[in-house]
T-cell receptor
């Protein structure tokens, strides 16, 4: 079945450094979503990417969807302590199929 | 306020004692799902429902049951809980198939 793998599992950065998490699917995806889960909280939707090669930005966050629609990345520029949490990607193989989550990347930011 | 409500938030119980975790959403969403979250494994889908009386297995359905008798409610039932079901559980709903998921606050279950 479909597998979605995410690396790294953990990332520790100093405040102000950049951060990137990568997501790879074993199959071609119709869309990919990104979620953020603060410590002790629940996952919160950030964004959805649908088109091959799509790039979307939200302030310091940049999301990319690969040309082959099998990988994606989330890049945070100049991290802040408010960025702390676990970032999940979630892929859907085709419209109507289940959403499969990656294992998540846990980000800690040292002030 | 639009939300997904789970109860209880925390539960410690013993092996074999049937329990139900309730989930309710007030957004009139068609789709609802249950996930469990374990360290290093991310969120794994247990069951999902596309509409009233329509449910299907996710990745890890063994040991769980669900029902969708009303659109707003999607309870998760553990008929005979075992220690390997100790986990953090999330209910989620979404308006349509390719729409974002809205998650509840989670239920932390400990099965002794």
């Amino acid at each position: 079945g479909q597998q979605v793998m995410q690396i790294p599992q953990y990332q520790h950065v100093q405040e102000g450094e950049d951060f990137t998490t990568y997501c790879n699917s074993s199959t071609t995806l119709s869309n990919i979503q990104w979620y953020k889960q603060r410590p002790g909280g629940h996952p919160v939707f950030l964004i959805q990417l649908v088109k091959s090669g799509e790039v979307k930005k939200q302030k310091r966050l940049t999301f990319q969807f690969g040309e082959a629609k099998k990988n994606s990345s989330l890049h945070i520029t100049a991290t802040q302590t408010t960025d702390v949490g676990t970032y999940f990607c979630a892929g859907q193989e085709r419209s109507g199929s289940r959403l499969t989550f990656g294992e998540g990347t846990q980000l800690t930011v040292n002030p | 306020e639009a939300q997904v409500t789970q109860n209880p938030r925390y539960l410690i119980t013993v092996t074999g004692k049937k329990l139900t975790v309730t989930c309710s959403q007030n957004m009139n969403h068609e789709y609802m799902s249950w996930y469990r979250q374990d360290p290093g494994l991310g969120l794994r889908q247990i069951y999902y429902s596309m509409n009233v009386e329509v449910t299907d297995k996710g990745d890890v359905p063994e040991g769980y049951k669900v029902s969708r008798k009303e659109k707003r409610n999607f309870p998760l039932i553990l008929e005979s809980p075992s220690p390997n079901q100790t986990s953090l559980y999330f209910c989620a709903s979404k308006r349509g198939n390719n729409q974002p998921q809205h998650f509840g606050d989670g239920t932390r279950l400990s099965i002794l």
